[in-house]
C-alpha cells in the first residue's frame, strides 16, 4: 500500500478485486492468452526476438509493492487480431496473472456494443475507446486516456492546489477505473495508429496523440518499449474472402521486443516543457487537478499540441528503431509521421489509402 498523503483520500485502497471477479478475469484472460498459443504455435511458425528480456521486466514487475512506475508498450497496428495472437508468445505462466499482464485499448462501439461483451472484454482488462466517427464522445480527451494514465501511475489522483487545499475522494472520480492497490503502476498496451494499417511493406501511419498524453502526464514517466510485429496481416487480411470470420493459418508470425527506451534521453526535455505549463496552470485559482483531467489552455494550446506531436514522433521513431533492426528492406516516404500527410483519405470506415495504398480498417 502506498503511504497517505495529505492529497489521498482517508479510506484505504482495497488490494484487489472480489474473489469471483479475479477469478472470472484470470480465466478470461488465461484461455484467451492460452487459446492464442496454441493457433500460433501449432498451426503457424513463430520467430520472436527479445522475449527473455521483456520476459525479465515482467518478471521484476511481478511483486506490485515493489513497482517502480508503469510499463506502457507500443506496437504497429497490422490486423484484428493482434492482440491477443501477439501475447500467444508469452509462456503459459503469465497467462493466468491479471495483475501482472496488458491493459488495452478497444473500440466501444465494437467491445461494449451490449453488456455480455462488456463484461467480457472489462475482465479481459480492454478499456472502451470511443471513437468520432461512432460517438460524439471520442476524441483525445475522452476518458479513457486519462484512465489509462491513472494505471500507470500511482496515488495520489488529486492533486490540490495552494489556493483551494481542497481534498476529494479519490474512488468517486467521474471516469477514474476500479481503484485497487494492485493496479498502480500498471503495464498498458496501445497501437498508436489507432487503426489497422496493412501495407505491402509494413511501413506505418502517424502516432495519434493518445500516446503523448500518457507519457506526459503519467506521474512518473512509465517506461517505454517498443515491439513490431509481422505475420496478423496475412492472418487476417483486410481483403480476405469468404468465410472472413475465420483466420487463416500457416503463416510465419514475427514479433520482436525492443530494448527499454530511455525516457530520460527521448523524453526528458518535452516532459520538462510540459511540466512548466502544468505548473503556470495551477498558479491559477481552480478546484485541485485531477490525474488525467486538463484545462482547455492544457488541452488545446499551440505549446501543448506541439509537444504532444513531437512526443508521438519520438515515439514512432523508437518502434521504427525496432523495425530497422530486423532489416526490412525500404526505408518509408518522408511525411509518414505527420497527421495532415493522411488527411486527404477518404471519411470511412474501411478503404484502400489514397496516400500509401494500404487496406486501411478505422473500426479496429
Not at 521486466?57 to 515493489?66: F, G, P, Y
Not at 500467444?88 to 461483451?117: E, Q, T
Amino acid at each position: 500500500m502506498p503511504p497517505t498523503s495529505p492529497s489521498s483520500s482517508s479510506m484505504p485502497l482495497p488490494e484487489r478485486p472480489g474473489p469471483s471477479w479475479r477469478m472470472t478475469s484470470s480465466l478470461i484472460m488465461g484461455l484467451t492468452a492460452s487459446l492464442s498459443r496454441a493457433f500460433l504455435y501449432g498451426l503457424n511458425s513463430v520467430e520472436v526476438i527479445g522475449l527473455q528480456r521483456f520476459l525479465d521486466i515482467l518478471d521484476e514487475r511481478k511483486d506490485v509493492a515493489k513497482r517502480q512506475r508503469g510499463l506502457l508498450t507500443v506496437c504497429n497496428h497490422i490486423s484484428v487480431m493482434d492482440d491477443p495472437l501477439m501475447w500467444g508468445v508469452l509462456p503459459f505462466r503469465y497467462a493466468f496473472n491479471p495483475s501482472n499482464h496488458r491493459w488495452g485499448l478497444g473500440a466501444h462501439d465494437i467491445c461494449f456494443k451490449n453488456n455480455l461483451l462488456g463484461a467480457f472484454f472489462s475482465a479481459g482488462q480492454v478499456l472502451p475507446t470511443h471513437r468520432l466517427q461512432h460517438s460524439p464522445l471520442g476524441g483525445l480527451f475522452q476518458p479513457t486516456p486519462a484512465q489509462a494514465i491513472r494505471l500507470l501511475s500511482a496515488r495520489p489522483f488529486v492533486k490540490p492546489t495552494a489556493s483551494s487545499g481542497a481534498v476529494l475522494d479519490e474512488a468517486d472520480i467521474p471516469g477514474l477505473p476500479p481503484v485497487y492497490d494492485q493496479d498502480r503502476y500498471s503495464w498498458v498496451h496501445v497501437f498508436p495508429e489507432a487503426c489497422v494499417h496493412q501495407h505491402p511493406k509494413l511501413f506505418m501511419r502517424y502516432f495519434k496523440w493518445g500516446v503523448s498524453r500518457m507519457i506526459l502526464e503519467s506521474e512518473p514517466i512509465p517506461d517505454v518499449l517498443p515491439i513490431f510485429i509481422d505475420g496478423t496481416q496475412h492472418i487476417m487480411s483486410e481483403d480476405r474472402g469468404w468465410p472472413r470470420a475465420i483466420p487463416r493459418f500457416g503463416i510465419n508470425f514475427r514479433v520482436a521486443f525492443g530494448e527499454p527506451v530511455d525516457t530520460e534521453k527521448i523524453f526528458g526535455d518535452l516532459r520538462a516543457q510540459w511540466q512548466e505549463l502544468v505548473k503556470q496552470h495551477e498558479m491559477k485559482p481552480q478546484t485541485p487537478r485531477i490525474l488525467g483531467e486538463l484545462s482547455d489552455e492544457l488541452k488545446y494550446g499551440e505549446r501543448a499540441v506541439k509537444i504532444r506531436i513531437e512526443v508521438a514522433r519520438r515515439v514512432r521513431e523508437e518502434v521504427l528503431k525496432v523495425r530497422r533492426s530486423l532489416d526490412y528492406p525500404d526505408e518509408e516516404p518522408a511525411g509518414f509521421e505527420l497527421a495532415e500527410t493522411w488527411r486527404r483519405e477518404p471519411e470511412k470506415d474501411k478503404f484502400k489509402s489514397n496516400v500509401d495504398d494500404s487496406l486501411v480498417n478505422k473500426r479496429q
